[in-house]
């Protein structure tokens, strides 16, 4: 741009030139003669040469030549004020616009009023770099994040892929902390500098790796024998405990084992709850311990009438017992007896039986022989009972019967019930 301060510069020039040879013409032909007060010219005194400045500032701040002016990035123009001291040189402002990042020069061209004498006054301009360090793009795995962010990965994340453009191109950038991941939190910082090589900005988001979710058994034995969820292990009658192995396949996993003492015959519950490392995720795993029941059939107490007896043994009553009295107590009480052949005895030989049913169903089967005594030798005859068709008859008695009639009833009972009664004979006498 050019500012021209100064007007009317020819039209100045020529009159002082014109002087100059007026006042040497003059010289030439009036010489001094010494006489009363006689004219003398002069060189009329110029500033034709002069190229001051009276005022040089640039965006209002006065420079000189040389100077150096840092503006602001970005700063494309300035506003240069060149005055001369005479008004009537002239000024040629060159370099205040178009500035760029760096030095710039602005030069002032002050042409005297000779329009011969020049001097050229420079300002280097600076224009800073930029200092922008904002990013235009910060994502991790694709997703936008911002400064102070947190993102979830999960559990075995190593490293992401981290994006961050700056928004100056001129800018630098600095990634750290997206690779060798661990589980928890993990800092990932991204470091701008920006083109004017002073400015940083640092932003940082926070890498949470999932703790493992894995609630799974590597190892899972009852008794040293591998085992399932769900499973059932038979054990032997008595069993009250078990040995578990739990062993979780994430060691940072914590395993619970329940149910494994105290065992009770029949079904028994066995508990294993593993909660993985993150502390939510709770898998529980159950075995069904089957404790067998007892087998037992043998007796603790077998007494007849009061006697201790085993099995096989033989028994000896009175005369005329019909039922003892039997006491079989299972030596198992969750096993069974049952007795029968106690009662309804009779002379002679009776068999005692005993089954015993243990806890398991398993039996056994324990027999006594009961010998009933017969009776001491009498010679009793006597009848209890002599009835002849329901009429009672004593020895000797004489009945009558319808005619044609070939038999009667006899009822004969002795009075001794060991004792037999025989019909041997009946005589019948035919009557006309």
């Given at each position: 741009m050019k500012k021209t301060t100064m007007t009317n510069r020819t039209l100045n020039s020529k009159v002082v030139r014109a002087g100059a040879i007026l006042s040497a013409m003059l010289m030439v032909l009036l010489p001094s003669t010494g006489v009363g007060n006689f004219a003398s010219v002069a060189y009329a005194a110029t500033n034709d040469q002069d190229t001051s400045l009276t005022t040089f500032t640039v965006d209002g701040t006065a420079v000189s030549n040389g100077s150096v002016v840092n503006v602001d990035y970005g700063t494309t123009a300035v506003d240069v004020v060149a005055t001369p001291n005479n008004s009537d040189a002239t000024v040629d402002i060159t370099g205040d616009t178009?500035?760029?990042?760096?030095?710039?020069?602005?030069?002032?061209?002050?042409?005297?009023?000779?329009?011969?004498?020049?001097?050229?006054?420079?300002?280097?301009?600076?224009?800073?770099?930029n200092n922008d360090t904002s990013l235009g793009v910060f994502t991790v795995n694709g997703d936008d994040v911002t400064n102070g962010a947190i993102v979830n990965l999960s559990y075995g994340t190593t490293e992401v892929e981290v994006l961050a453009e700056p928004s100056d191109v001129e800018a630098t950038v600095v990634i750290s902390g997206d690779t060798e991941l661990e589980t928890g939190d993990n800092t990932l910082q991204v470091t701008v500098t920006a083109a004017d090589g002073e400015t940083t900005q640092s932003y940082t988001v926070t890498l949470r790796v999932?703790?493992?979710?894995?609630?799974?058994?590597?190892?899972?034995?009852?008794?040293?024998?591998?085992?399932?969820?769900?499973?059932?292990?038979?054990?032997?009658?008595?069993?009250?405990?078990?040995?578990?192995?739990a062993e979780p396949t994430d060691v940072e996993a914590t395993v619970v084992v329940s149910g494994n003492q105290g065992l009770n015959t029949g079904s028994n519950t066995l508990t294993v709850t593993v909660t993985a490392a993150d502390g939510t995720t709770v898998q529980t795993y159950t075995v069904t311990l089957q404790v067998a029941a007892n087998s037992d059939t043998s007796l603790a107490v077998f007494a007849v009438n009061g006697d201790d007896v085993t099995d096989g043994a033989t028994v000896t009553v009175a005369n005329g017992t019909t039922e003892v009295t039997v006491i079989a107590d299972p030596t198992d009480p969750d096993a069974v007896a049952l007795v029968t052949g106690s009662t309804g005895l009779?002379?002679?030989?009776?068999?005692?039986?005993?089954?015993?049913?243990?806890?398991?169903?398993?039996?056994?089967?324990?027999?006594?022989?009961?010998?009933?005594?017969?009776?001491?030798?009498?010679?009793?005859?006597?009848?209890?009972?002599?009835?002849?068709?329901?009429?009672?008859?004593?020895?000797?008695?004489?009945?009558?019967?319808?005619?044609?009639?070939?038999?009667?009833?006899?009822?004969?009972?002795?009075?001794d019930i060991y004792a037999t009664a025989t019909t041997q004979h009946v005589n019948v006498l035919d009557v006309d």
């Open positions: 178009g500035l760029e990042t760096g030095a710039n020069t602005v030069s002032v061209l002050v042409t005297a009023a000779d329009d011969v004498t020049k001097q050229t006054y420079s300002v280097t301009v600076n224009v800073g770099q999932a703790e493992n979710n894995d609630a799974s058994l590597a190892v899972f034995a009852v008794n040293e024998d591998d085992v399932t969820n769900g499973a059932t292990v038979n054990l032997d009658y008595g069993t009250t405990s078990v040995e578990v192995i009779k002379t002679g030989n009776n068999t005692l039986t005993v089954d015993v049913t243990a806890a398991n169903g398993a039996t056994a089967k324990y027999t006594v022989t009961i010998v009933v005594s017969g009776p001491a030798f009498s010679n009793d005859t006597s009848l209890k009972t002599f009835k002849i068709d329901g009429s009672n008859v004593s020895d000797g008695a004489s009945i009558t019967i319808a005619q044609g009639r070939t038999s009667v009833s006899v009822e004969a009972v002795p009075n």
